[in-house]
């Protein structure tokens, strides 16, 4: 079985305190608009009060941001804000924050747990995506319901979104689905209108504060789950979304309640294993990984969760 090296510790992280910028008015190159500026702006800062920032900075040789702070015109969440729209980079201050605490590449990028993410996602990426591979969806998959595999494949959407190509987070746990609820989206239609034959306006829909990501959510939780993925219908979606998008990552059902990982995996061609730390069997990891002999689909790898 491959092995992705990283574990996913879920101690939250505060993000870090010091401030990379440089003085108004001296962008150049990838920025738009000086540190400064943006802190400013966000701030409505006075001409007086801009002012006094720049004395302040310039008697102390210190960064602007790190100037504004020290005279109260600003905080570190502030600096880091500004930061992050120089470099076209999302992120929310936690004050205005309205999402669930479970999205820590979205609500804590500069952690050292959404870098455990990103360098998943740079692992991932390196073997899916090879030059000259066609596009495959990956599925997430794992033997049990407390694995944390909704919430892995939802930070791990966020992390690829972050690259700037088009994501999609397609929910298929057709039984107990969660990304809707992880992302609070509208959950009346979705996959499993597409497959039952009906056809629904808008049912992908994009995350609001992260306009690269994208969530097509189960929809009606369906008395039929297994019959509905086996369609060809699912088979021929998959296809075209892997088309339409940079990345899809599908989030599944647990192997134990029957098939539904295997037939997502088989569908979308590639496969990554998340198994829990001290609660993952390796019978039933081996059970997993054997389900996936004689179907066409890749396993890219295996991520140990750790609580």
């Known amino acids: 079985m491959s092995d992705l090296k990283e574990p996913i510790p879920l101690a939250h992280s505060k993000p870090v305190d010091g401030p990379l910028?440089?003085?108004?008015?001296?962008g150049a190159g990838v920025h738009d608009?000086?540190?400064?500026?943006?802190?400013?702006?966000t701030r409505n800062l006075s001409?007086?009060?801009v002012e006094r920032v720049l004395q302040y900075q310039r008697e102390r040789g210190i960064r602007f941001g790190e100037a504004a702070v020290a005279l109260g015109y600003a905080n570190a969440e502030d600096v880091l804000e500004a930061l992050s729209k120089q470099f076209h980079y999302p992120y929310t201050p936690n004050e205005r924050k309205a999402r669930s605490p479970e999205l820590v590449a979205l609500n804590q990028p500069f952690s050292s747990q959404?870098?455990?993410?990103?360098?998943?996602?740079?692992?991932?990426?390196?073997?899916?995506?090879?030059?000259?591979?066609?596009?495959?969806?990956?599925?997430?998959?794992?033997?049990?319901?407390?694995?944390?595999?909704?919430?892995?494949?939802a930070n791990l959407a966020v992390t690829l979104a972050q690259l700037g190509g088009r994501t999609l987070l397609v929910d298929a746990d057709l039984r107990r689905p969660r990304q809707h609820e992880i992302f609070d989206v509208n959950n009346q239609a979705g996959l499993s209108?597409?497959?039952s034959g009906r056809s629904e306006p808008r049912v992908i829909q994009q995350v609001e504060g992260l306009n690269s990501l994208f969530i097509l959510p189960v929809g009606a939780v369906p008395p039929n789950p297994v019959e509905l993925?086996?369609?060809?219908?699912?088979?021929?979606?998959?296809?075209?979304l892997a088309g339409k998008f940079d990345h899809v990552l599908v989030d599944t059902s647990a192997s134990r309640y029957g098939a539904d990982a295997a037939i997502v995996a088989s569908r979308c061609g590639a496969a990554l294993v998340l198994a829990r730390q001290n609660q993952s069997r390796v019978s039933a990891l081996q059970d997993l990984t054997d389900s996936l002999d004689g179907v066409s689909t890749t396993l890219v790898g295996t991520v140990m969760n750790q609580y």
């Open 21 to 26: 910028n440089k003085t108004p008015g001296s």
């Open 33 to 41: 608009r000086s540190i400064g500026a943006i802190i400013a702006e």
């Open 47 to 49: 001409a007086d009060q």
């Open 114 to 153: 959404a870098e455990v993410f990103r360098a998943i996602r740079s692992q991932i990426t390196m073997r899916l995506y090879r030059e000259g591979d066609s596009r495959r969806a990956l599925a997430v998959i794992s033997p049990d319901t407390m694995d944390g595999k909704s919430y892995f494949t």
């Open 193 to 195: 209108s597409i497959l």
């Open 229 to 240: 993925l086996e369609r060809p219908a699912f088979g021929m979606l998959m296809r075209e």
